[in-house]
């Protein structure tokens, strides 16, 4: 784990390379399909959640990967939104993979995604702890016809109570990313301590460019002309907190199935996930 200093981390990123050994990857390598097997990516997913997810969760290969345009990887997994019919009751389908960092330990997350989802509701794609309290959403989404926006979200302060607004969730500036394109995201989880810690994301679009991170997220629903920036709130000295620490250890994918979201079948997808414990991954 590296050492930080000031929030920055001290090693090869401060020399511009983007060079993480994996410690963890899932590319859905293993099968296609809507089985277990193939979603959990021959166990390195080791839980599967919800009993409509076949209808779901689907890993997609071949001339489907293709035609959405992604060439690094040959397949990627697909989350599709859709309701059951019943009013206030959606399908939801979830993956996770347990105690996959050690405890209390910072590390860097990326994932490759695109989302075509036009849903409004909040959809909690990329979380620590699936089900349950959730202690950390790391990226969340909410879609319009306009494009989606990416947010990152804890319910916990510093002491491990309840987080409240407008501290509690933050967006990037308001200009949406575009449907039909890919995008890489990554985040640092820092720990300043064994309890208290701070996220730090960053989307780059296909090029390589960086798009948005911490200097760039603002206060849950302030606009950027006079909100806080997310850098500036950890520069201040404020963290999150975790009081059950081992919660944080087990990472998860979901289609949330929000009460009164749309049964839109509309989708959105990940690729090439990888998590490292001593650097910043990149597009390596």
């Known amino acids: 784990m590296m050492l930080t200093n000031g929030g920055r981390k001290v090693g090869r990123a401060n020399r511009g390379i983007a060079s993480g050994e994996v410690h963890w990857f899932s590319d859905w390598a293993y099968l296609a399909g809507s089985t277990d097997p193939a979603i959990q990516d021959n166990n390195k997913w080791t839980n599967v959640y919800c009993p409509t997810r076949a209808d779901v969760v689907t890993v997609l290969t071949g001339a489907e990967v293709t035609a959405l345009g992604w060439t690094r990887t040959p397949n990627i997994i697909r989350f599709m939104q859709r309701s059951s019919g019943v009013p206030l009751v959606g399908w939801c389908g979830g993956i996770e993979s347990q105690n996959v960092v050690p405890v209390s330990t910072s590390h860097y997350g990326r994932t490759f995604f695109r989302s075509d989802q036009t849903n409004g509701i909040n959809q909690h794609a990329l979380t620590y702890n699936l089900l349950g309290a959730i202690q950390v959403t790391i990226w969340g989404q909410e879609g319009s016809a306009g494009g989606v926006r990416k947010f990152i979200r804890t319910y916990y302060d510093s002491a491990g109570d309840q987080s409240a607004w407008p501290n509690d969730a933050w967006y990037p500036t308001a200009v949406l990313l575009a449907h039909a394109t890919w995008y890489r995201y990554e985040w640092w989880m820092e ?20 798009l948005y991170d911490s200097a760039t997220y603002f206060h849950n629903n302030t606009p950027p002309a006079g909100g806080a920036t ?35 079948d509309l989708s959105w997808y990940h690729a090439d996930m990888k998590l490292s414990l001593d650097d910043w991954i990149g597009d390596n």
């Open 230 to 264: 997310l850098a500036a709130w950890y520069a201040a000295g404020n963290t999150y907190g975790i009081t059950d620490v081992q919660l944080a250890r087990h990472l998860g994918l979901t289609m949330e199935g929000q009460p009164g979201a749309a049964n839109n």
């Open 191 to 210: 720990y300043v301590t064994a309890t208290t810690y701070r996220i730090h994301p960053r989307i780059y679009n296909m090029a390589g460019v960086l």
